[in-house]
Nanobody
Framework: VQLVESGGGLVQAGGSLRLSCAVS????????MGWFRQAPGKEREVVAG????????YYADSGKGRFTISRDNAKSTVWLQMDNLKPEDTAVYYC?????????????????WGQGTQVTVTV
């Protein structure tokens, strides 16, 4: 199973980015999906998660009201729309797939990971 993120970049504070994660080689509709981020010197943390059908969404406090996760099972793709970005959102963002439905923030329960995409937010 391969996960490929795209859409990262450099943006000014208050701006928006839309991250994409294309999944291949597996049964995408069977996976719970999550977005994570890791800033320099910090641990990887959950940003958002979405259930297999897309009905249920989870957001960490850091992104509530600003980030939106979505998925299209026909396209085997999950997105993270990030609005009103802040400098503290600067990090490498990763998508991950879980074969089983554990809590979204349990990093160790995700089975597959992408290589990450850099998001840098300037003041």
């Amino acid at each position: 199973v391969q996960l490929v993120e795209s859409g990262g970049g450099l943006v000014q504070a208050g701006g928006s980015l839309r991250l994409s994660c294309a999944v291949s080689g597996g049964a995408f509709p069977d996976y719970r999906m999550g977005w994570f981020r890791q800033a320099p010197g910090k641990e990887r943390e959950v940003v958002a998660g979405i259930s297999r059908t897309g009905i249920h969404e989870y957001y960490a406090d850091s992104g509530k009201g600003r980030f939106t996760i979505s998925r299209d099972n026909a396209k085997s793709t999950v997105w993270l729309q990030m609005d009103n970005l802040k400098p503290e959102d600067t990090a490498v963002y990763y998508c991950a797939a879980a074969k089983r439905a554990y809590d979204y923030n349990l990093i160790a329960k995700y089975d597959y990971w992408g290589q990450g995409t850099q998001v840098t937010v300037t003041v």
